[in-house]
């Protein structure tokens, strides 16, 4: 296969796409969890059930303090009392943190409010109950018990035979696919989903490219698929959407279609190169997961430590 | 048994009992990540084969934005875009937050390099290396991959047939036995341990002792215990220790016990309740538990939500 | 005089009175400024002209960093990096600090923004252009060239000879009349205007009443005599308003009457204890005073140094 | 003239002219106000008789919330509560703001406490008295009471008939003496100079140059005619020190010669533009100048809204 821009949406076709997989009122019309409701403790007994070594590998990159063009509004980390000048006795160290999960540096979890379409969130709560105190719906704390399931990579630039997906190339559901027979996997409901693109944002440097201006991802066709699998939650090492999207007027289709219409809450900015070559060295791409957003009532989204256990 | 205040200890046994838990050097010179080394993999394997229903129970508390005696400064979270006035095409929300996670209303997990022993930390590592841009050793991040084991909770109330421990009521190696034996289970190397008090901050309103004034806890005589039987975290719906400590000379010995001597980490202020009643009705007091502090370079601790699998 | 708790005033009465003061439209009906438009070049070179000895006098409290019963959600100052290790060199030290001035703590001021009388804030703007992005009328940075002007400090303890006022005591404008006349001033048009209660945090220690339960101040019945002297900001050692209130349904309004009505700013929680006892050695209670709010666009008020000149 | 790239200064005549400038002990071994002790009442009762018009203008530029090249750890504002949703009787609003003012961004003023030199701070302190709690010595709220004074903007694009400054253009003692001749001004004891390059950050989008790859300001060599004209504070619209500076091993020799040695505070990023306008205009190039630090306890630099009048 070869490297594909991603191919034009109408605005016409987009608003089809979305009213095709919305899940709006699946689950009831006060229903605030979405695709979290298709991970049930059987999917997650299953899960554990996957770990056979105890091997774990993190997919969160450190919280990204240094700024730079993908992150122009960094993390940060400051000392309120150290050891210096400390001899005798007890004494202790505390610091602060500031984070803004959103963007394209922070590995965070993004909640359903996070994101509107048409004055809209996710099964039909108005863009106004996100308010300027927090949101009333569809906050991160849906999810405040965890997110546990099985968890499924899928590696699109080994499918490919190159280190890392090109500037803008877009994934479709041939690719995954053509991923998931390679690798031997099927995704099913209840899974939790990684696409990797191969992105390195450490080794880009000076000449990192901001996202915008080019980041490989999933394009919106590839929505329908989500949605028929049963995805419960969808994480990239990008953002998942493919940038530029092709799409008409929306930069961010794929937000908007699991976000919004599907309740799939997003992982975005993973670190997924030590869980490639984890799964590669072990020929095996599927592993418990463990997502754990911090409890932030009213909250937009979390900066998450995911752990995949084999 | 009875409400036990905190027994007396001089600052010569303290020494002593230091010195004779200390695992400094036990896993080399250049060791930071203390007893996280107890873990194995095949422990962890072990831990996900406890899992058997799937059912998962969070140990954290909500974020703590409202102050109180023991919330002196609030975790603060605030808005940098809603949905207010949205109403058209796609729109997102963000946010951000602010932590300092020490204290007695966090839960959160201390790094080795938070507390300082005349002048030293975990390893004999000097206490200015905790520097005021962050610390060069033991930061929290030693944990960046997760900490991953079986969790074992032992219920003092429940074994005292109370629903919460007293002020300042200190908890002994006698107690921890017998709610073992109650429990049937027994805490093994690598295990994560919780230890209940039935605090109830959410409970206590306006009365709500600070925690310095009165909470129960773990009398500094239990340290040794701990080190034999090889815990790799202490847990606590406290802050494990016993307030007050009993101490000459040192508020908080169990912390200079576990951080500085033992190279155990803490999590502290976990919400417990939850969990002892999911023990409780499955009558069975272990699981798999995986907590992933966030990924804070230099970081003296992170927010954490430990998950406990069934 | 004697202690005086707040006589009552009806909702209705209040509506009364807010109809009374409302400024709307006097500065046109895109104004944001308020009585700030009172203080002309000719009233600044007046006040300039009132300077003959040069001495300075800051009116603000430190940034208050302790929690306490007024600050619930203290300002946070952490290190970004500092001298320690440093040898050789250039080397330099940073920090941050983060500030939320509103409340009974913080030394600021506020905008016109801030407070919103039955959806509306000054000039009739809607509640709802202080959006969750940050205020789109009557930002703090309308003030943004400074506020400069004739300060009069009208000390009412001083009046009526005693160290400080009681809780939830209210003043009158025949305190004010009374104190002018003793103190031989009268207070006019484009004025700053500042309201000593002899409110002492720092000196109340474990006794600070929370300000809610009873804080010395203005009665809502001062507010036309503020309007008719056209102050153009009020500004006190507590929030202007006496607590309680009296008010029926409004627990601040002298808040309502100045930030809505009348467009008038309100300088909170100044520290009035050197001005008075400044003024009082010289026997003089007006000074050049220089108010300079930090440039916050879509800002809600600003921690502020205010500086008088005598 | 024309545009000078800064001469070479070697190591060794740095640190000549560093001794050479040093006020180290002149206001005893105690002090931390460094030539602030320049200014006296006379000197402020001077600058308020320069007072003719009333005319108002301020040299900071709003709080910089946009990242950039120059900007790459911004101020953050955030909301706490807004106006959505506000129809009925009392309502409020607030935000926080997060400032780390150090930069090329913030208009800010440098606490004496910010830069060592060889370990040590201005009057001998060890740099190690700026600790990961904060300064001990020579922290920002040295000035709490203020900084005013009569001061004088020596306007240097304007002296050679350009808008603005080159990269790395330098300004020496001639260039400041031949301003003040064509301005008909002379830098007195206890003046705030500052000094225009021209820089104009706004202007620049996208091709705005990183301060360090090439700002106007001051060469080193200006430094003893500030210690001899007894400069009580120094700004400018850039950070005064010219880079590249020229000066061996010491990027930011201006930085060391003034905060270290002389203890003259620094006044960096202020907005010129609209000042250098208004003094144009009036043929005047000296006024009142109020600079008010925010009093942060053992901070190392406050924003600032400094006020010049006319």
Known sequence: MTTKQAGATSAAEFQALFDSVKNWGR?????QRGALNLITNAKRAQ??????????????????VMPGPNNPAPVRRAVLAGGDGISDGFASAADLTIVAPHGFAVSHLDALCHVFWNGQMYNGYPAGDMTSRG???NAIDVAREGIVSRGVLLDIPRLLGRPYLDKGEAITVEDL??????????????DILLVRTGRRPRE??????????????LHVSTMPWIKERGVAVLGCDGISDVMPSGCEGNALPVHVATLVAMGVHLLDNQSLEPLADACAERNRWTFQYVVAPLVIEKGTGSAVNPIAVF
């Open 27 to 31: 689950w009831g019309p006060d229903d």
């Open 47 to 64: 899960a554990a059930a996957l770990v056979k070594e105890g091997h774990i590998v993190s997919t969160a990159h450190p919280l990204p």
């Open 135 to 137: 949101a009333e719906k």
């Open 204 to 217: 880009q440097g000076e000449g990192e490219t901001l996202l915008f201006q080019g980041g490989a991802g």
């Open 177 to 190: 696919e053509a991923a998931e027979a390679r690798q031997g996997v099927r995704v099913e409901e209840g």
